[in-house]
Nanobody
Framework: QVTPAESGGRSVQSGGSLRLSCAAN????????MAWFRQPAGKEREGVSS????????YYADSVKGRFTISRDKGKNTVYLQMDSLKPEDTAMYYC???????????????WGQGTQVTVSS
């Protein structure tokens, strides 16, 4: 059982920045890919960004390209999401996930955190 734990979410003004972190509780294989998903209130979960084990391969949703940057510390089994130029449309519960295949399909990820709330006001 792997239980990722997200942190860093808060309320910010439009145009502001946040840095989210996700650390696994307990053992997480270093070969796992990691990703960020988000779910606005009352809406479906969507993929935001993902990163391969080696960090060379990354994916971003069209809505966040050029504004968000994903990175990871493999030794600490930790993934980060730097969020710049935030918009009200980015408001959502953000979830961290770990799995065996890199991508933005939620079905590819087995382990999920409880989420951290990001709220962007206009």
């Amino acid at each position: 059982q792997v239980t990722p734990a997200e942190s860093g979410g808060r309320s910010v003004q439009s145009g502001g920045s946040l840095r989210l972190s996700c650390a696994a509780n307990g053992y997480t294989p270093r070969t796992y890919c990691m990703a960020w998903f988000r779910q606005p209130a009352g809406k479906e979960r969507e993929g935001v960004s993902s990163i391969s084990w080696g960090g060379a391969t990354t994916y971003y949703a069209d809505s966040v390209k050029g504004r968000f940057t994903i990175s990871r510390d493999k030794g600490k089994n930790t993934v980060y999401l730097q969020m710049d130029s935030l918009k009200p449309e980015d408001t959502a519960m953000y979830y961290c996930a770990a799995g065996l295949t890199v991508g933005l399909d939620a079905r590819e990820y087995k382990y999920w955190g409880q989420g951290t709330q990001v709220t962007v006001s206009s």
